[in-house]
């Protein structure tokens, strides 16, 4: 083995301090739209809620003292295997230049932990289907982390033989504002799928005037970030069921990351491999929903 490709600790160092400084200049899509804590333990408790509860009329001269008995219900975060991506490096001169931030395997790698990020808070596995927590799949609740609760039904709008409609938008707006979720202090969240873009950049065009349709932004920048008070996110990594695109929009408040471990970087000698150096990468998160109402599906046809 070459001297040239022995990692000291300081090049070891410099690597590291790179990628982070990657990783926090190129963030996940979805990252900014959530609420962040720490996960510490086997399982972390990101809410504990109370049912509806109503004020009750009493007489005068009632001296009972009035006690309500809400649902209470409690969502958890689990601390689940790692994610990680590595390879072995067997070149002095790549070796050399990847703790250069245009390094490529620092943008390969970082781009790689994003995009996990965004499934593990869409709840979906790298081949597309719907997997464990996060906006769509199955979260842990109880008293202790012992029951798996599916994404309801009734938070789906179903597909109805079309894509994403000016009457899907509406529905979602007032489905969560039925659900007492304050939409003048927060602003929901939806991801859509490329297809579903172009749907939406159709309602826009159909909204404007053709006299200065290509000025609005939208036009402009081939994609629309914010329209009747929701803001937009485009993604590719959104679920497909035969021709059914499963779009989700979301209460930021209502969706909780937990993190254990952040994305990070390394490059070291593996001795049981010729003490060639390896680079890696690799985070641990979990991220739930706090309440099912939050998360609205909305289904469209492709």
Request: glycine share 8%; charged share 25%.
């Amino acid at each position: 083995m070459a001297d040239d490709l022995t990692v000291e600790q300081s090049f070891r160092f410099s690597y590291q301090q790179t990628f982070q400084l990657v990783a926090q200049q190129t963030q996940s899509k979805f990252r900014q739209f959530v609420t962040e804590i720490a996960g510490r333990g086997p399982a972390t408790a990101a809410a504990d809620l109370v049912g509806d509860v109503e004020m009750q009329e009493r007489n005068a001269k009632d001296r009972k003292l009035i006690e309500v008995d809400p649902f209470l219900h409690r969502r958890w975060l689990m601390m689940r295997k790692k994610f990680s991506v590595g390879k072995f490096i067997d070149s002095v001169d790549t070796l050399r230049q990847i703790t250069s931030p245009t390094s490529e395997y620092i943008r390969a790698f970082n781009a790689a932990g994003r995009r996990q990020v965004d499934r593990i808070i869409l709840g979906v596995n790298i081949d597309g289907s719907i997997g464990t927590g996060g906006l769509l799949g199955a979260v842990v609740e109880g008293e202790t982390p012992s029951t798996t609760v599916a994404f309801p039904s009734s938070q789906v709008i179903a597909a109805g033989g079309t894509g994403l409609t000016m009457a899907k938008l509406k529905a979602v707006r007032e489905q969560f504002a039925k659900a007492d979720y304050d939409l003048d202090m927060e602003s929901p969240v939806m991801a859509i799928d490329p297809t579903e873009m172009t749907d939406l950049l159709g309602i826009v065009e159909a909204a404007g005037s053709s006299i200065n349709l290509a000025e609005q932004a939208q036009m402009i920048d081939g994609k629309v970030k914010r329209f009747m008070n929701m803001n937009f996110l485009e993604s590719n990594r959104l679920p497909l069921n035969g021709t059914t695109r499963g779009c989700v929009a979301w209460m930021p408040s209502n969706i909780v990351l937990g993190v254990w471990e952040e994305i990070s970087g390394d490059v070291f000698n593996v001795p049981s491999s010729d003490n060639e150096p390896y680079v890696k990468v690799q985070l641990r998160m979990d991220c739930t929903r706090k309440e099912d109402s939050g998360v609205i599906k909305v289904e469209c046809a492709e």
